[in-house]
């Protein structure tokens, strides 16, 4: 079930069995020579769509646009400040929280976003704490928030580290490119990238701002070969991550 293609008396319903809601969250921006500027959207949105078509539950619309501003010099990618998305996140709740969500699960796409949704998380509790009253809200109950991004759970670890190794790097990932493919096949892209494994953090260092970024990491990749990215591979990382979701989102809403 998703909110943007439900009614209002659907959601209306939906909340007299359950106050928990999934939201895919990513970021737009560049993947390298081969990877799609959509990767860490597409990759916790397919993920969370399917295991709320099977787990039964609701998945919110995404939230696309995250922190970015190291990959701006790469034609195509769109920043938020995180002061901006905090403020965007802090909304997105208030506004679910009005409705009666109590239990809000964000499934992230992006490791450069988990800071600033970590600070949302504190922006949200200190209102709560700091109202008076009881739960904190007045008439509405409390929330809470949590974190979870589509690579944690264990047997999707070990399924990149027994499939790519060290090649698996850090961003534009074969991974997360092979998700994009099992979800849109008609954006495979075969495409020769020189070196084959990009450097690594460890080599190239510690970047800044984008033009920073650029110079360092000159294709966009840091540490990657997705080149070794494969669709039958993206569908089982789909299959594998779904699971754990499925399983977290639950011990979630019991706890
Ligand atoms: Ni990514």
Redesign the pocket.
């Known amino acids: 079930m998703q909110l943007h293609l439900s009614t209002w008396p659907e959601i209306e319903t939906y909340l007299t069995r359950s106050r928990g809601i999934v939201i895919p969250i990513g970021s737009t921006e560049q993947?390298g020579p081969n990877g799609l500027i959509g990767?860490?959207v597409i990759c916790p949105e397919v993920i969370a769509r399917r295991a709320g078509e099977v787990g039964n539950f609701l998945v919110g619309p995404t939230f696309n646009v995250g922190i970015a501003q190291h990959h701006l010099a790469f034609p195509g990618t769109i920043t938020l400040r995180p002061s901006t998305m905090i403020a965007a996140l802090h909304d997105w709740v208030s506004s679910l929280a009005r409705h009666g969500f109590e239990r809000i699960y964000f499934f992230n796409?992006?490791g450069g976003n988990i800071t600033t949704i970590q600070s949302a998380f504190q922006e949200i509790y200190a209102d709560q704490s700091l109202a008076s009253g009881n739960g904190g809200n007045g008439a509405r109950g409390a929330v809470t928030c949590k974190l979870t991004n589509w690579w944690d759970f264990r047997p999707v670890a070990d399924y990149c580290r027994d499939r790519y190794g060290a090649a698996h790097g850090a961003?534009?990932?074969p991974s997360?490119v092979a998700v994009t493919w099992a979800a849109f096949p008609e954006a495979i892209n075969k495409v020769t990238m020189e070196p084959r494994v990009a450097p690594t953090m460890m080599q190239a260092g510690r970047y800044a701002d984008a033009d920073d970024y650029r110079a360092r990491y000159p294709d966009g990749r840091i540490g990657s070969d997705p080149s070794m990215a494969d669709p039958a591979d993206g569908e089982k990382l789909i299959e594998l991550s779904a699971e754990g979701l499925i399983k977290d989102y639950k011990a979630f809403l019991a706890g």
């Open positions: 993947h990767t860490d796409g992006h961003h534009a990932t997360e």
